[in-house]
């Protein structure tokens, strides 16, 4: 697949730095961008955490996946996804035809020092967020390992990680 006439598409844990290095790769290749989160709370009038409070996840994967189908029938796009958008198969099977799909690679121990304090994940509500991070990992890593290449960003700026994806999508 080449990147000129399909979307690129990053996944990964929570607070992996999707969105802000999304941003960033999208601004370099002169592409547009997406949060599909976004996409998703502009349709709904609603945060995700209140999306997951008032109907529960079931309900924000359906509204996920309606988007997600939406935003790929685009081209030259960045799209952050949420951390578990490729859990469904559907999603993952559609990213992979129709993106370039990205996992950014982050430690449950980056995610858990970037997310202290919030209160905004609605899936690390409970009294042992550590815990909860390695098990959401643990669960995904197969899933993330589909993609179709990997890159470690713990320790890197946002500059750094772009650049590693560039220099991914310069290779023969």
Not at 58 to 65: A, I, S
Not at 77 to 93: C, F, H, K, T, W
Not at 113 to 123: A, I, K
Request: hydrophobic share 40%; proline share 3%.
């Amino acid at each position: 697949m080449t990147t000129d006439d399909a979307n690129i598409a990053l996944t990964g844990l929570m607070a992996a730095g999707k969105t802000a290095v999304g941003r960033r790769l999208a601004r370099v290749l002169g592409w547009s961008f997406l949060d599909l989160d976004a996409v998703i709370e502009a349709g709904e009038g609603l945060a995700v955490r209140e999306i997951f409070a008032s109907r529960g996840e079931p309900y924000f994967r359906e509204r996920e996946k309606a988007a997600l189908g939406r935003v790929l029938n685009g081209a030259g796009q960045v799209i952050a996804l949420g951390g578990g958008a490729v859990v469904d198969g559907d999603n993952l099977r559609l990213l992979k035809e129709r993106s370039l799909l990205i996992w950014l690679k982050v430690s449950p121990r980056t995610v858990f020092n970037r997310t202290e304090g919030s209160d905004d994940r609605p899936l690390l509500q409970g009294p042992d967020r550590l815990k909860r991070i390695r098990e959401l990992s643990e669960q995904r890593e197969g899933i993330y390992a589909e993609a179709h290449f990997a890159v470690e960003t713990d320790g890197l700026t946002v500059d750094q990680v772009v650049q590693r994806i560039q220099q991914q999508l310069c290779r023969p």
